[in-house]
């Protein structure tokens, strides 16, 4: 993944010193703002809750910073991940920068390093993120051994958002994400003359059976000037937020297969049922989810001794 991340860098910085050769009227950002979300609906027939806040601020006059936030949960488990934009942006032209992020459900890992970008045509926005994941998926999940392996792989997202009006927004686009192609779709209203503006919004994925969902929510804009309108917002202060979309772990599934249990363990890990260890370790010990160490010694009855925590 380091490496991953070292090219992905190199090529976003050798592009955004092309995009500042000419320097632009307006700023990249036109001063620290953020937006707050809450967001919830279903989810491949589980229900989802999720709630994400971003702060931007301006680096100086060419180029600007966001860095993301989300904790929420999916299917009853909780989900949380931090993001950080590095990007040049023209308002009334482009975007263009580089993308991180770590998100987490389930004892399942994302790590991202991308490339993403924005074209302004009027009340056209053309806007996309493309690089590498890494995910990281947990040896067992509910007892049974995981058929999934870690794996590192392309992916990418490129929306077609057009602006009705200034503060009303609609998109549709298409996602290729943990290797599954899908389409997607969204709108979003800012209710303006309020102190605080507030904008409803709603989006879906749409593909095979694990890949679909609908959620709505509501979002909180944060800026010295309440009164800007929602085009003005997407293009002169924060860019979109990219969350990934987890995928679901198989398990290794036969006609006589049965859950592995959890394990018995006291307060220091060690294991104390079955003793045999072949269970897996209970949530609260480092290796929550997994199966035992072997720890080399005996225990009471003679037999070998498994431990939960670290050695």
Known sequence: MHAIATTVGTVAIALLCLCTAAAADDPAVSGPNGKLSVEGGGSADDGEGVATGSFALPIGHEFGMQADGAVGSFDDELLGGLALHLFARDPSRYLFGVYGSYHTWDRINIWRAALEGELYIGPVTLEGIAGYESLDVPTFNNGQTVISLDDNHLFGQADAAYYITDDFKIYAGYRYINETSFGAAGTEYLLRGLEVPVAL???????????????????????DDPGKSLIDRHREDDPKVYAPTFPTVPVQQTSNSKPVPQCTSDSAGWVTAPT????????????????????????????????????
Not at 214 to 221: A, F, H, K, L
């Open 201 to 223: 919004f709603a989006r879906g994925d749409f593909g095979d059976e694990f890949v679909q969902n609908v959620t709505g929510g509501v979002r909180i804009y944060l800026s």
């Open 276 to 311: 045999d260890g072949n269970c897996i370790c209970r949530s609260g010990t480092v290796h929550a989810g997994e199966k035992p160490l072997l720890s080399g010694g005996m225990g009471g009855g003679g037999g070998p001794q498994y431990m939960c925590n670290n050695l």
